[in-house]
């Protein structure tokens, strides 16, 4: 147990549906991420928010729409993916200096 | 910017065998270094740490030794076992943003 919830654990959605994922940490931490992590890539920082300000958007393209109303909950909305959205989807936080990260344990998306 | 790049794997090995995964990074300051470990279906768990150069990181009879001379963080590990079958990923923090890299991660399967 890191400290970081994520929910659903497990989400089918078909490519017309608007879905969200959820990510929850009660740290005190005030940086929070989204990284996806696929079965042939290499794991890929999505966004980044420090303090509730978005200050990384790495090329990720529209159909993936962070929010994150409060230093403790961000969430990932989606909408008309495709199917190689399909991976698993991991939420971090971390303290503003030079520590770790606290990972949760993920949403594992299917596309069909 | 900053980037981490470590062995490729898969890496399979026998019970007691010794244990080497190369990580070597690129980063501008002075970043911390982690070695983080992912077992099937679970999120990725800090494995150890070091946050200044010729620090040495352990947990659970696994090692590394931050090497600024050589930009590396090699995990090590004198006796593996069953249970260490996992995703191995090394990663730093540090840089303007202060973001998380990770490496490709490599892959352990020991057998018995």
């Known amino acids: 147990e890191t400290g970081v919830t994520q929910t659903p654990r497990h989400l089918v959605m078909g490519m017309t549906n608007k879905k969200s994922l959820k990510c929850e940490q009660h740290l005190g931490h005030n940086a929070m991420y989204w990284y996806k992590q696929s079965a042939k890539k290499p794991l890929e920082l999505m966004f980044v928010?420090?303090?509730?300000?978005?200050?990384e958007n790495n090329s990720v393209p529209s159909r993936f729409s962070p929010e994150c109303p409060n230093s403790s909950h961000l969430f990932l909305h989606l909408h008309t993916l495709q199917p190689e959205d399909s991976a698993l989807y991991l939420c971090a936080s971390s303290p503003p200096l030079n520590t770790e990260a606290f990972f949760g344990q993920g949403t594992r998306l299917t596309v069909v | 910017g900053n980037s981490v790049t470590q062995m490729e794997g898969p890496v399979t090995l026998s019970e007691e065998a010794f244990l080497t995964i190369n990580c070597t990074y690129t980063?501008?300051?002075?970043?911390?270094l982690f070695w983080y470990v992912q077992y099937p279906g679970e999120g990725l768990q800090l494995l150890l740490k070091?946050?200044?150069?010729?620090d040495k990181g352990s947990n659970k009879g696994f090692e590394a030794t931050y090497r600024k001379e050589t930009t590396s963080f090699h995990l090590e590990k004198g006796s593996v076992q069953v249970s260490d079958s996992a995703v191995y990923f090394c990663?730093?923090?540090?840089?303007?943003?202060?973001?998380?890299?990770f490496g490709a991660g490599t892959r352990l399967t020991v057998k018995p």
């Open positions: 070091a946050t200044k150069a010729d």
């Open positions: 980063a501008t300051g002075y970043p911390s």
């Open positions: 990663a730093l923090r540090g840089g303007r943003n202060n973001d998380m890299r």
């Open positions: 928010y420090n303090f509730k300000e978005q200050t």
